[in-house]
């Protein structure tokens, strides 16, 4: 889904990663077609915490792209993030971006997974996870997947999506080995309700489908992207 913006404003997006990050170069691309400013907060900035807020605070939005460090092990890079950003002052920076600034937030591929597991969706805070809590977990095929799929839009409630048509069919590259999202029936039923469930997989008809050869991880509800209950945070597979 193409990230588009109204007005000429140049937005200071920070971005983090970690070795071997994937999908950067493509979300970098599309933040200076939308006039966005890049600020790289690499592994140095993950790590010093003072450096990492500070950034943060000067920043309107926060992008966690994906990443396969250490040959993409068990949460990738995700739990790097969150256990970073469950710092004190880094959560406090994170929120008040969020609730006092209207910024943004965004998660691809792993980055997503930083997202939930930090708790920014689905509930737009940082707060623990519970066992009942939505979370990707590795595909049904049982190994990594790489090839394009078909995401229909299904919600126009988050800012993310303003440059979207509601109810239009995109093609997007997939590439992640933990991509299923999973849910119990509750959460299902609230992320739909709300508006939270952003994009899902569909087949060439553009109807969502359980289908392995077009929901390619298995996720449960055809779900590859959420919101936070705001729209304020963005997390997609692809």
């Known amino acids: 889904v193409l990230i588009k913006f109204n007005i000429r404003t ?14 950067f170069d493509y979300i970098a691309l599309l933040y200076n077609a939308a006039w966005c400013c890049f600020f790289n907060g ?101 190994r990594h997947v790489s090839k394009m799929v078909y995401t229909k839009v299904v919600s126009n409630k988050s800012p993310w999506l303003q440059g979207a048509e509601l109810g239009k069919v995109y093609c997007n ?11 119990p029936q509750e959460w299902l039923d609230k992320l739909f309700a ?14 969502p489908t359980m289908d392995e050869e077009w929901n390619v991880n298995g996720s449960y509800m055809a779900i590859e992207g959420i919101t936070s209950p705001d729209g304020r945070v963005l997390g997609k597979t692809r």
Do not use: W
Request: glycine share 12%; proline share 4%.
């Open 194 to 207: 709300n508006g939270q469930v952003a994009t899902q997989y569909v087949n060439e008809a553009g109807v």
């Open 42 to 142: 690499g592994y140095d900035y993950i790590t010093d915490v003072s450096i990492s807020s500070c950034t943060i605070e000067q920043s309107q939005i926060i992008m966690f792209p994906g990443g396969f460090s250490a040959g993409d092990e068990p949460d990738g890079s995700a739990k790097f993030f969150a256990t970073a950003f469950r710092n004190a002052k880094m959560t406090e920076a994170v929120m008040k971006l969020l609730n006092e600034r209207d910024g943004l937030a965004l998660g691809i591929c792993n980055g997503f997974q930083a997202l939930i597991k930090l708790g920014l969706v689905p509930y737009g805070e940082i707060r623990p996870q519970s066992a009942e809590s939505p979370t990707l977990t590795y595909n049904t095929i049982g």
């Open 10 to 23: 140049v937005f200071t997006t920070c971005a983090f990663y970690r070795t071997n990050y994937n999908g």
């Open 173 to 183: 590259p997939a590439s992640h080995g933990e991509g299923r999202f999973v849910a």
